[in-house]
C-alpha cells in the first residue's frame, strides 16, 4: 500500500518539475525575441515611427525602380496579395507598411547579397489604404506605393 | 503551432532560383474576439523567417501580426544550381518554431 503512495507521489512530483520546465520555456522565447525582433517598430502606430525605430530616419525618396503590385480592388482584407519588385542595385532591405493598419509595419525582409529585389506575400489590410514598399540601399530609404481599396477589413477589429 | 507541416517549392528559372512557401499558422493579431466566451484571443504570430541556400542566409524576414494567416512568401536568388538545398526556419512569437527544406529542381 505504501509502495503505491510512494510511485504516485514520485510521478506527481516528476509532473511538477515539467510543469515549471515548461513555464520557464514559455517566458523565455519572448526575451530572446526582444533582441532581434524590433518590437518597437512593429507597435509603433504611424508609418514614420515605425521607420524612425527601424532605420533611424523616416524620409524616403519616391523611386520608380520600385514596383508594387497588389489588386486596385481587395474584396477580403484578411488576405490581399502584394508583390514588390526593384531594379536597384545594392538594396539592403524591402519593408512593407499598410499606413491605415493600427500598427503599419507589416514585415520587412533583409536580403542577403545574392537575392533578388523580389518579394511576393500576402497581407491583412483593416480598410482601404496604400501598401508602401519601403528599399533600403546605400544608406538612403526609396519608397513606391500602390492604392488599395478594401471592401471587408481583416484585422478582426 | 503548425497543424500542418510547410511546404516549399523551389525551381531554377533561367540562371536564378525562385522559392515559394506556405506555412500553417494562424497568425492571430492578438485583436480577434472569440466568440463563445467574448475574450480577446491572444496575438499568435510568427515573428522571424530565416531562408538558406545551403549554409548561406538568403532571405530573413521580420513579420508583424498584419502577414496574413497561413503565409505564403516567396523570393529569388541567385549563384544557385539544381539539387541546390533550399531551407527555412520559422518562430513565433510563443516560442513555437519549424524548419524544412527542399531540392532546387
Known amino acids: ?157 | 503551432m503548425a497543424q500542418k507541416p510547410m511546404k516549399i517549392r523551389a525551381w531554377m528559372d533561367g540562371d536564378r532560383a525562385m522559392v515559394k512557401a506556405i506555412i500553417f499558422h494562424p497568425m492571430e493579431t492578438g485583436l480577434r474576439k472569440d466568440k463563445k466566451t467574448g475574450k480577446k484571443i491572444p496575438e499568435h504570430f510568427i515573428s522571424e523567417v530565416f531562408c538558406k541556400h545551403g549554409a548561406t542566409t538568403v532571405l530573413n524576414c521580420q513579420w508583424g501580426t498584419a502577414v496574413s494567416k497561413n503565409p505564403f512568401m516567396s523570393f529569388r536568388f541567385n549563384g544557385a544550381k539544381v539539387g541546390d538545398t533550399v531551407s527555412i526556419n520559422w518562430v513565433d512569437n510563443q516560442g513555437n518554431k519549424e524548419s524544412a527544406q527542399a531540392q532546387i529542381k
Not at chain 1, 510521478?11 to 525582433?37: D, Y
Not at chain 1, 523611386?63 to 503590385?69: F, L, M, Q, R, T
Not at chain 1, 533583409?110 to 482601404?128: A, P
Request: hydrophobic share 40%; proline share 3%.
Open chain 1, 1 to 157: 500500500m505504501n509502495q503505491s503512495r510512494r510511485t504516485f507521489l514520485k510521478s506527481t512530483l516528476a509532473m511538477g518539475t515539467v510543469t515549471v520546465a515548461i513555464g520557464a520555456g514559455l517566458l523565455s522565447p519572448s526575451r530572446v525575441m526582444a533582441a532581434q525582433w524590433p518590437k518597437t517598430a512593429f507597435i509603433a502606430s504611424s508609418m514614420e515611427a515605425a521607420l524612425n525605430s527601424l532605420e533611424g530616419m523616416n524620409k524616403t525618396e519616391t523611386s520608380s525602380a520600385i514596383k508594387v503590385d497588389a489588386p486596385d480592388i481587395a474584396e477580403n482584407g484578411a488576405v490581399v496579395s502584394v508583390g514588390i519588385e526593384t531594379s536597384m542595385t545594392g538594396a539592403e532591405s524591402i519593408t512593407v507598411l499598410v499606413p491605415n493598419n493600427a500598427t503599419p509595419l507589416a514585415a520587412r525582409y533583409m536580403l542577403g547579397k545574392n537575392t533578388d529585389g523580389f518579394i511576393n506575400l500576402r497581407v491583412k489590410m483593416r480598410k482601404t489604404s496604400d501598401v508602401v514598399a519601403v528599399v533600403k540601399s546605400n544608406g538612403k530609404l526609396y519608397s513606391a506605393k500602390k492604392s488599395v481599396k478594401v471592401t471587408l477589413g481583416g484585422c478582426g477589429g
